[in-house]
């Protein structure tokens, strides 16, 4: 059979696009992509094309794709002011304002001057909007969950990983549950990246391009840290300065290992992924692979806690994650060292643990348009659960610290986003009905939110070491649940009890510095004083075990990043006796 002519493939791609046209306009979006990108492949120089896929995929909230396919767009046709528009909402979603600010400026540019379409006249309104808002991102005020380390407090030597330093033999000696360990190991992977990256090299080349020399392994270093656990990330520069420079090293890195870390999403990339392999084998397509997922998980995390951008991460997360499961299943019988150890369950459970908490981020700021609903965080935390319960580290197989940061914390995360969940549905903030919305939970409705957000965070406290400051935050909340179902002394006194007692060895750790210091010191001084109220007033005969006395809300930070519990001989958390008595 003779091959297409050019005349003829050029007619089959205006086909396969008026099809395409067709079924985006009856939202029919996934089927419309297909369309778009069979014409691209009839031909691929039509800049409208890309433009068009690239709507499907706005529409979908794809945003890493439809930046690519705009980009493209805007290279075939630099005057082609619907894809530069489409680039800058792409780059907004992102939360790239600075280039949203550009591409916006660009599409009115390239509009007429004179003599403009009813359609066009609409389009420059659209642009102007659209560059207004970005132009505020720009310069509007910038959520962020980065402390700021004062200069005595880093020479002090008493913040959280140089105590656990300082605490390791003796931990190791007492052979007790401690979030010693994990936090050595977090931290020792967090050095070994920042040195690093200061012996990268960067110079001007003759042409006056930017050059870098050195180690390429900075990335794969950070993200384990930030894996194991992210809390103890901290930098001794300016955060700017900082992001700056692991901005030029995610390009150097990318560019040395082949990577897609700046060249589109998931479908691009298992294409791609796909030819490499058939070309250079898993030398090539493994480290291609896990430089861009790890870039993914370095500026999701980065910028989610630097720039409050938590849709971009939301994004980034969804991309690896989307990236992580295809590999697992389109390559199930390939060794670890062939496919590489970011498609293993347990560093995919790791960034299912990141993607969950930014989800509950999210959801947390009640914005209307936000991407996730309260449902779906719930089934996301509950799917995560799940994975930790089917999937137990094998017996010997692991480090502590690994099956603390892999299994255990995940698994407590969760638990304690759940908690979350049904706390907040069972005191009316967000719906506990899907199908009636605005109808309040009934009482035996709101016991039942209360009873299980109570017993969801008491899990979560049980996978976390009694010295960690996560610990007694999880265990206040089990108390304030069970203060709000209107439980008698008798049963949350005894968790106050537990509370004072843990306080020394959770204090020795956390309380130094203004990192975690305030917060853990007016968590236990609350406790502390409503026990000691109540304590009196029963000696006091104006009380008894069976009143009822309620302590307010904790007004401290609101985090969900969970440290979890070592595990016994048998491969379950240790239980605390004194909590279990308290919950009969």
Avoid at 69 to 86: F, H, I, T
Avoid at 152 to 181: I, Y
Avoid at 510 to 525: F, H, R
Wanted: aromatic share 8%.
């Amino acid at each position: 059979m003779s091959r297409p002519t050019p005349n003829q493939d050029i007619a089959e791609s205006e086909r396969l696009k008026g099809l395409g046209n067709e079924l985006y306009q009856k939202g029919e979006h996934d089927a419309a992509h297909h369309k778009y990108s069979e014409a691209i492949k009839k031909n691929p120089k039509n800049a409208v094309l890309y433009a068009n896929r690239a709507a499907v995929l706005l529409a979908t909230k794809q945003y890493l794709n439809a930046l690519y396919d705009c980009e493209k767009a805007v290279q075939l046709d630099p005057a082609y002011s619907k894809a530069w528009g489409r680039l800058a909402t792409a780059q907004h979603a992102l939360a790239s304002y600075p280039q949203a600010v550009e591409a916006w400026d660009q599409a009115l540019s390239t509009l007429p001057a004179t003599d403009r379409t009813p359609a066009q006249d609409a389009m420059e309104l659209q642009f102007i909007q659209g560059l207004k808002k970005s132009y505020r991102a720009v310069q509007g005020p910038v959520e962020t969950n980065i402390s700021v380390l004062k200069k005595d407090e880093l020479e002090e030597g008493l913040l959280p990983w140089d105590m656990a330093r300082k605490l390791k033999a003796r931990k190791e000696a007492e052979g007790k549950p401690s979030c010693v360990p994990m936090i050595n190991a977090a931290n020792e992977e967090l050095e070994e990246a920042m040195e690093l990256l200061s012996l990268v090299q960067r110079k001007k080349s003759p042409q006056g391009l930017e050059m870098s020399r050195g180690p390429v392994k900075v990335l794969e270093w950070f993200t384990n840290s930030t894996l194991s656990d992210d809390r103890i990330f901290h930098v001794k520069e300016g955060a700017q300065s900082w992001m700056m420079r692991m901005e030029k090293q995610c390009h150097y890195e990318n560019t040395h290992w082949k990577g897609w870390g700046e060249s589109g999403g998931p479908s691009l990339i298992k294409g791609e992924a796909l030819k490499m392999l058939k070309k250079e084998g898993w030398n090539g397509v493994r480290p291609a692979l896990a430089i861009t997922v790890r870039i993914w998980i370095f500026l999701a995390h980065f910028r989610a806690k630097m720039f409050g951008q938590r849709d971009f991460a939301h994004e980034f997360y969804t991309n690896a994650l989307d990236v992580l499961e295809w590999g697992r299943k389109t390559w199930p019988n390939a060794a670890t060292h062939e496919r590489g150890v970011i498609f293993e369950k347990t560093f995919i459970r790791g960034v299912k643990k990141l993607a969950l908490e930014n989800m509950h981020g999210i959801v947390a700021t009640k914005k209307k348009d936000a991407p996730i609903s309260l449902q779906e965080l719930i089934e996301a935390a509950q799917e995560l659960s799940e994975d930790f319960r089917t999937n137990p580290p094998a017996s010997g197989a692991h480090t502590a610290p690994t099956i603390l940061s892999f299994w255990y914390y995940p698994n407590a995360t969760a638990q304690s986003i759940l908690g979350w969940c049904y706390l907040e549905q069972a005191l009316g903030v967000y719906p506990h009905n899907p199908e009636d919305p605005n109808a309040p939970p009934s009482p035996a409705e709101k016991e039942s939110l209360l009873t299980t957000a109570a017993e969801c965070y008491l899990t979560a406290a049980r996978y976390i070491p009694p010295d960690d400051e996560l610990h007694m935050q999880f265990l206040r909340k089990h108390l304030e649940c069970l203060c709000a179902r209107r439980r008698p002394l008798r049963e949350t006194l005894p968790v106050c009890r537990r509370m004072r007692e843990l306080g020394p060895d959770v204090m020795e750790i956390w309380a130094s510095g203004s990192l975690y210091g305030e917060g853990v010191k007016e968590n236990l001084g609350e406790v502390v004083e409503f026990e000691a109220l109540n304590i009196g007033e029963c000696m006091a005969g104006r009380m008894t075990p069976d009143d009822v006395a309620v302590i307010g809300f904790m007004k401290g930070r609101k985090r969900n990043m969970v440290q979890v519990s070592i595990p016994d001989a048998e491969g379950k958390p240790e239980e605390d006796k004194a909590e279990i008595k308290a919950e009969k």
